[in-house]
């Protein structure tokens, strides 16, 4: 026997959620499937919002480092706790996540669950061994993260975004494949912690969708930081 749903939505990320509870609140029936255990999905979880967390606290420690340009003396061993920054990042991460839960339990014709969720017919889904009916399916499960066939011996060592918010410790030196938003966003992180870092980029300028006065502030910035950015890199087949 299976429960009847008017939609169905696989992905509880920044689209799935959002169009869910508005649904519900239009009286519509509505089951949200995730397999992770609260909503929020990448951004959330591994992306935009870990990116913040990791980012401020990066800034406040830079802001430590460089107070001498205002006249401000600091004695001793500036450091910073990274693995207490990580835990800062998680609480925070739970925090939203169940809060998004909370939301969701105050709208009657919503239900959220937990799991992997497969087509069994065009209006059956299963969901660890429950069967779940649908007038509608939406499916919101986003993207994942890929790495390229790029050649070499160093592609064991490649992080995505997946691997970059859990990491323990701060790495000693990283290389930036690309000059896109998050790139630039990340570089100059790790460049305020202490990592040697070097960008490549393929095109004639980063941010390349950024017109040249905005990108020039970003780029003299980076350099000012002492990352090492290479235009017009092209590897060779």
Known sequence: MKTEYDLIIIGAGPAGTP????????????????????PGGE???????PSKVLENAANKYWDVLTCSTFNVELK???????????????MILKKRSMAALKQIARLPSLDFKQGKAAFVDGHTVEVGGELFGFKKALI?????????????????KVWTNRDLFFEEEIPKELLFIGAGAI?????????????????LERGEKILKH?????????????????????LNSVGED
């Not at 001793?76 to 998680?90: C, Y």
């Not at 499960?141 to 592609?155: E, F, L, Q, R």
């Open 76 to 90: 001793g061993s500036e450091q910073i706790h990274w693995e207490a920054v990580l835990e800062d990042k998680d």
């Open 140 to 156: 919101a499960t986003g993207a994942k993260s890929s790495i390229p066939d790029i050649k070499g011996n160093g592609v064991d």
């Open 43 to 49: 951004c959330l979880f591994e992306g935009c919002i």
């Open 183 to 199: 790139s630039c966003e990340l570089v100059q992180m790790f460049a305020k912690l202490g990592t040697k870092c070097h960008v």
């Open 19 to 38: 169009t869910a509870m508005a649904a519900a609140q239009f009286g519509i029936k509505v089951l949200l499937i995730d397999k992770r255990e609260a």
């Open 210 to 230: 950024i017109s040249k006065d905005a990108t020039d502030i970003v780029y003299n910035n980076m350099l000012t930081l002492g990352i090492k950015v290479d």
